[in-house]
């Protein structure tokens, strides 16, 4: 019978678990970077109006402590943009400086210049921030007309760009697909080559004003367009010796499961990828809720670290014991251990093998007990009673515990 010879060497395989993030230039925004190889940063955005300075404080400060770098607030008027000096100035007294981002749109020049004095970062989105007025009886646009406009986009943006270039500050270019200028609709379509011609024409206008601290995004609320901009946007970018950061996001996810779902698809999809360097989850929900969306998409990635990573099977007729519930009470008293990994598995047929990755394991081995795992290593059998008490004596003998 003919034998197979165990390898003497690793095979190597084509297919890497590793991601390998593309290489972008560092853009500072407030004390965060983003891109350079730093983490993947997470954003967030509120939803009280600007205005209402007291509400905007609470509600920044909120999104920080839960982990959210990057603060973004709207900016309609020229009174929002005013009011943004005393948000600031609020938030270092009764808090600490937070990076905040000012989402500045229609025709906002006098508007940006102002906050530009107050934020770290101001988004403009292209389709918007010179806005052409859609004509019903435009067929075409003549390459004058064409030029035309892009030389009055280029006066308008100009004095931003240098107000923020000489302030060291950040500019996010941000497409939407749904906001695409009327002149890119009629020379691309409602294409994501219409969405990356108009960053790059706002990116030509920056460098040729020597100003590169620049984020682009390229937002859609379909999945397949998302991707598909984001995609050719970086070999456009490549074609053309670019290295800027991207932002990521799915627009308008909507809510519940399945706006989380949509979401993960998009900003997953890149991330495995290797593309993407800051990320947003955009829920019909309060701006809380989308912290812990963006931490799980880069833990489950393992492109950060923030919280316990737990390996669990799904359970079937081989479970020798309640594994949910087991779960559960080893969740509960393990949560607050970031870093660790720790396997749960229902039966000795593919825990050990299944949870090799893990730092501890417990097993259900034989009925009423539990097998105790330091990796690949059995340590010690416990009543299934004493199981929890004892993974904790465990991780306490290793000195890895913390009190909660």
């Given at each position: 019978?003919?034998?197979?010879?165990?390898?003497?060497?690793?095979?190597?395989?084509?297919?890497?678990?590793?991601?390998?993030?593309?290489?972008?230039?560092?853009?500072?925004?407030?004390?965060?970077?983003?891109?350079?190889?730093?983490?993947?940063?997470?954003?967030?955005?509120?939803?009280?109006?600007?205005?209402?300075?007291?509400?905007?404080?609470?509600?920044?400060?909120?999104?920080?402590?839960?982990?959210?770098?990057?603060?973004?607030?709207?900016?309609?008027?020229?009174?929002?943009?005013?009011?943004?000096?005393?948000?600031?100035?609020?938030?270092?007294?009764?808090?600490?400086?937070?990076?905040?981002?000012?989402?500045?749109?229609?025709?906002?020049?006098?508007?940006?210049?102002e906050v530009a004095k107050h934020v770290d970062k101001v988004r403009i989105n292209p389709g918007l921030y010179v806005f052409e007025k859609p004509s019903p009886t435009r067929s075409e646009y003549t390459q004058a007309e064409f030029e035309e406009i892009g030389e009055k986009i280029r006066q308008t943006l100009e004095?931003?760009?240098?107000?923020?270039?000489?302030?060291?500050?950040?500019?996010?270019?941000?497409?939407?697909?749904?906001?695409?200028?009327?002149?890119?609709?009629?020379?691309?379509?409602?294409?994501?080559?219409?969405?990356?011609?108009?960053?790059?024409?706002?990116?030509?206008?920056?460098?040729?004003?020597?100003?590169?601290?620049?984020?682009?995004?390229?937002?859609?609320?379909?999945?397949?367009?998302?991707?598909?901009?984001?995609?050719?946007?970086?070999?456009?970018?490549?074609?053309?010796?670019?290295?800027?950061?991207?932002?990521?996001?799915?627009?308008?996810?909507?809510?519940?499961?399945?706006?989380?779902?949509?979401?993960?698809?998009?900003?997953?999809?890149?991330?495995?990828?290797?593309?993407?360097?800051?990320?947003?989850?955009?829920?019909?929900?309060?701006?809380?809720?989308?912290?812990?969306?963006?931490?799980?998409?880069?833990?489950?990635?393992?492109?950060?670290?923030?919280?316990?990573?737990?390996?669990?099977?799904?359970?079937?007729?081989?479970?020798?014991?309640?594994?949910?519930?087991?779960?559960?009470?080893?969740?509960?008293?393990?949560?607050?251990?970031?870093?660790?990994?720790?396997?749960?598995?229902?039966?000795?047929?593919?825990?050990?093998?299944?949870?090799?990755?893990?730092?501890?394991?417990?097993?259900?081995?034989?009925?009423?007990?539990?097998?105790?795992?330091?990796?690949?290593?059995?340590?010690?059998?416990?009543?299934?009673?004493?199981?929890?008490?004892?993974?904790?004596?465990?991780?306490?003998?290793?000195?890895?515990?913390?009190?909660p």
């Amino acid at each position: 019978m003919q034998t197979l010879q165990t390898p003497q060497t690793p095979v190597v395989s084509e297919f890497d678990t590793t991601i390998h993030r593309r290489q972008t230039r560092p853009v500072k925004v407030g004390d965060i970077t983003i891109g350079g190889g730093f983490p993947v940063v997470v954003q967030s955005m509120i939803n009280e109006d600007t205005l209402d300075i007291e509400g905007s404080v609470s509600a920044i400060r909120r999104l920080h402590e839960m982990g959210c770098e990057i603060v973004r607030v709207t900016v309609p008027s020229m009174a929002h943009a005013k009011a943004l000096a005393t948000i600031k100035e609020k938030l270092a007294q009764v808090y600490q400086p937070v990076p905040l981002v000012a989402d500045v749109h229609h025709n906002g020049l006098k508007i940006a210049l102002e906050v530009a004095k107050h934020v770290d970062k101001v988004r403009i989105n292209p389709g918007l921030y010179v806005f052409e007025k859609p004509s019903p009886t435009r067929s075409e646009y003549t390459q004058a007309e064409f030029e035309e406009i892009g030389e009055k986009i280029r006066q308008t943006l100009e004095p931003l760009v240098i107000s923020l270039r000489d302030q060291g500050k950040a500019m996010r270019i941000g497409v939407n697909h749904g906001s695409l200028a009327e002149r890119m609709l009629f020379t691309y379509g409602d294409t994501p080559e219409g969405m990356v011609e108009s960053a790059l024409e706002f990116i030509r206008i920056c460098e040729s004003l020597d100003f590169y601290n620049l984020v682009i995004s390229l937002k859609a609320s379909r999945v397949p367009v998302m991707l598909a901009a984001y995609r050719l946007m970086v070999k456009r970018m490549d074609e053309l010796g670019m290295d800027y950061p991207l932002h990521l996001g799915v627009t308008e996810a909507g809510d519940g499961e399945y706006g989380r779902i949509k979401s993960t698809a998009g900003i997953g999809t890149l991330l495995a990828e290797g593309i993407g360097d800051t990320i947003r989850v955009s829920l019909t929900e309060a701006p809380e809720k989308e912290i812990p969306v963006c931490y799980s998409i880069l833990q489950a990635l393992g492109l950060r670290k923030t919280m316990v990573e737990y390996v669990a099977c799904p359970s079937c007729g081989r479970t020798l014991f309640n594994l949910e519930e087991v779960l559960h009470k080893v969740r509960e008293a393990t949560k607050h251990l970031t870093g660790l990994d720790i396997a749960v598995m229902g039966c000795i047929v593919n825990g050990p093998g299944e949870m090799a990755d893990a730092d501890y394991g417990y097993v259900g081995k034989q009925a009423g007990y539990i097998s105790l795992y330091r990796g690949r290593e059995e340590i010690k059998k416990v009543p299934e009673d004493q199981g929890v008490t004892e993974l904790i004596n465990l991780i306490k003998a290793d000195d890895r515990w913390i009190d909660p």
